[in-house]
């Protein structure tokens, strides 16, 4: 039976272990992005109306209408998983596995031997480059070998804590400091 960790994270015990599910978080990011998607049809057609001669203007309504549907699509995608999405991570000793889902249906996932993960650590969120362009979210990391793994994103301090806590249950993950590599691996590389 699924029982509340913190904020909106669930969890259980499954035999040694714990499985714990993190839904996607909806915030204003994804708000954000989805109007960019409804709004960048709209920018098409007008620049096609702008620069293109003419002859080719009669193209600029299918251009706006393949556009904006791929851009309803699109939007319409990024919301649902907003509101839909979910990762699910399983720890015992033996192993580890970050899967994603979305409606049920798991699009990808990934296996993890614990004896080759160590550093497990919370990194708030933050804003990259522009600094209201790009934003990386919160998430959760561990080393795996040489290589970054991210296994949640957008959960919350408090969020973090309790899960790292709960994972440290299981297994002690160890500190590991090896030399820093900037590359963010994500799981699906």
């Known amino acids: 039976m699924l029982e509340q960790l913190a904020g909106r994270l669930k969890w259980e015990r499954t035999g040694l272990g714990i499985r714990v599910i993190v839904p996607a978080r909806l915030n204003w990011l994804s708000i954000r992005v989805a109007l960019w998607l409804l709004l960048l049809p709209v920018c098409l057609e007008y620049l096609a109306r702008l620069f293109l001669s003419s002859v080719h203007r009669a193209l600029a309504p299918a251009t706006f209408d393949v556009s904006s549907r791929i851009g309803f699509c699109a939007a319409a995608l990024w919301l649902s998983w907003a509101f839909l999405g979910r990762t699910i991570l399983t720890l015992t000793p033996a192993g580890m596995t970050v899967e994603w889902s979305y409606l049920g249906i798991v ?37 795996e070998g040489s290589h970054t793994r991210t296994i949640a994103r957008g959960v919350t301090e408090p969020e973090a804590r309790a899960l790292i806590d709960r994972m440290m249950e299981v297994y002690n993950f160890p500190d590991y400091s090896a030399p820093d590599n900037d590359e963010d691996d994500e799981l699906d590389d």
């Open 107 to 143: 699009l990808h996932s990934r296996a993890f031997d614990p004896a080759s993960l160590h550093d497990l650590r919370y990194l708030p969120a933050k804003w990259r480059w522009f600094k209201d362009m790009l934003y990386a979210p919160s998430k959760i990391q561990l080393d």
